[in-house]
């Protein structure tokens, strides 16, 4: 790793890690998105016989009507490493953007960001049961808790990609 | 693919009785496999990282102190030295809460139904109630006009009426009320703490 920093150079390479991490946060941010609209707003069975290759005519039905359950894995699959490569493009925030917030008081950005590793390590938490309460088959009795539990890694994911991008702006990739 | 959302849905309410069995109801029967104590464990994990983490954060006992500007790593909490910049206790609290939670997860599926439920609502309403209670205390302490270094080394007593309401309610709580609430408690304790971690938060908004 240390002859890949070399190689780019330290700016580049913190660059590159910031990057990755970004592209991770838009496909979870998307997904969860999805995810949590198919999950409390699931399209309705029409009544009568319905086509078997019947597909929703607009683009909002088309979503609601993708089995929730899709989701989960990718979400999943996304939550982790963007975790991981945020606790370590971390570091370099709290040296080289966190200071000079703080010496030209950004106070409410620096507090923002603070919530953040906060409100992203509960989210971390709950992956297990997310994982587990969307299992096929659904079990009935975790019906409304599996969808709370969406939401909230939803409110996670949209809180950290909103702040995240803010202390970007501040000083990261293209500021 | 209405139809097969639906039928996708469906299939619990049908055969829910043989298809899926909830922790619960598998721990009662004595027949817990292993996807059962897996969402024990899940479920108890993370009710337990949420109080664990908001715990260490707040009373600052990370398992190691980071210091990104050199590069150096300290055991527990290390403040602040001159010319080694800001340190990082973050990692510390994930590395002492994670484990934490995960063991806790782990000795919940050794227990009984019972037990689980019972220590469940100890642990969860005690972490509510000291809380609530704590923060009384310390709005109190705020806008009184008495000795504040008395009020603050004597705050953990604020804990006793906590210890005592949060063993009255899981002894005298109704089994079912409990088995019914199991879940919700993996939601209310992280909000519950990401109020008090917001809370503490409040010096960057007010300055």
Redesign the interface.
Known sequence: MDAFNDFVGSSTFWRILLFFHFVMAVGLLATITLHTVAAWAPLQQPAGNVPADFVPANFVARVRSVPPMSYVLIVVILYVPAFLLGSWVYVKYRTYVRIPMEQIGHWKTVGVFEFKEHIVSMGLALLPAYWYFWRQPLAPEYATIRKWVTLFLAVTIWYSFLVGHTANDFRGVGA | ??????A??R???T??SH??K?PTQSASTAETGT?DK??V???T??IA??IL?TQL?RLNWPFFT?H??VGKVDFWMHPARSGE??P?Y??G??AL??PG?AILGWAATLLSLRALLRTTVFACSLFVLWSAIYACWAFMDERTKFDTDLLKSIAWMSGIPAVVAAGALSYFVPIRWAERSW??W??IT?IV??II??YS?K???L?
């Open positions: 693919m209405t139809q097969t959302l639906d996708r849905e299939l619990p309410d055969t829910a298809a899926v909830s996807t897996f969402a464990f899940a479920i994990f993370a990282f949420a983490y954060e980071y990104p500007a910049g800001p990082m973050w990692y609290w994930l809460s994670i939670a879940t919700s993996m939601l992280p703490g990401l971690l917001g938060l010096t960057y908004f300055r």
